[in-house]
């Protein structure tokens, strides 16, 4: 599977849209970022890469890399603050 295909079943498999995954990272002007990630026409940058990670309740594997950048692996469920 592709990055652009992890970031977008993670996101789905959270239920969120673009625009709320912009939101969670902190930053609700990056939606359009997110739909160049999904398309596969842009990659985030590793820090954004790591916020990604976090905010999808993903973790990043050091051993599988796509041009220098970290994947995303094994969607996880995110844990909800109480």
């Known amino acids: ?5 992890q970031i ?6 959270l239920g969120l849209s673009q625009q709320a995954l ?9 939606q359009a970022s997110i739909a160049r990630w999904e398309r ?3 990659t985030p940058d590793p820090a954004t890469l790591g916020r ?19 994947v995303l692996v094994t969607a ?3 844990k909800v603050a109480a």
């Open 8 to 13: 977008r079943a993670a996101r789905q498999a």
């Open 1 to 5: 599977m592709t990055l652009p295909d």
């Open 52 to 70: 990604l990670a976090v905010a999808l309740g993903t973790v990043l594997s050091h051993e599988e890399r796509i041009d220098g950048a970290d």
């Open 40 to 42: 596969g026409e842009r």
């Open 22 to 30: 912009a939101d969670a990272l902190g930053s609700p002007s990056i």
């Open 76 to 78: 996880r469920p995110a």
